[in-house]
C-alpha cells in the first residue's frame, strides 16, 4: 500500500517574517554566543571550531557536535590512525575528516605556527580571509560554505551558509531557480548577494537571516 507523500506548505515572505519576530531574541543571543568566541578563545578553540566545520560538510551539524566530543583530545597531537579510530561510528566519513584534520593542522603549524587568530586577523577584507580559508589547498575540508560557517561560528559576520535549508529556502521564496550547491566561487558570490539583498529589503541582518531560514527548516538554532 503507498503512503501519501505529505505536503509541506512552501516557505513565503510572511513566514520569515513572523519568525524571525517570533525569534530573534534567541537568533541574536546565539550570535551573541558565536561574537564571544572570538572575543577570547585560543587558538586551540579556534582550531577546534574549524574542525566542526570539516566534520559538518555534507552531514549534519549535530553529527559534527558529537564527532567533536570524540576527538577533541586528539585534535593538537593525535595522529591520523588515532582520529579515525574515535570516529568509527560516529561519522559517516572517518577515514576522509581524521586525513582533513591531520593534513590541515600539519600546514597551519608548518605555515602560521598554529596562530589562527593572528592570521584571520591580518585580513582586512573579509572576502579575501574567507578566499584564503576557501582556496588554499593545504586547508582540507572547506570550501565557501564550511569557510562561512567557520568564520561565522568563531563570530564574524557577513558570511552566508548555503547548506541545503538556505538553497531551498531561496527557492520556494524565488531568489533562485536551482537548489544544487554553488560549485564555484563567483556563483556562490552571486548566491550570496541574492540572499543578502533579500535580507536588506525585509531589514533583517545577514546573519539573522540564515538563523532564521535554518530553523524554520530544521525547528533548532544551533552552530
Known sequence: MSRKKQFVEPLTIEKVIATHKERKLEIRARLAEFARIWQSASDEKLWEEMVFCFFTAGCSARMGLRCIEKVRPLLINGSQEEIETALLGSHRYPRARARYIVATREFLKSEIKMQIRQKLASFS???ERRDWLAKERRIKGLGYKEASHFLRNIGFKGYAILDKHILNSMKELGLI????????RSRYLEIEDKLKNFSASLEIELDEMDLVLWSIKTGEILK
Not at 531557480?177 to 564555484?184: F, G, N, R, Y
Open 177 to 184: 531557480d536551482d537548489v544544487k550547491p554553488p560549485s564555484t
Open 125 to 127: 577584507d573579509p572576502v
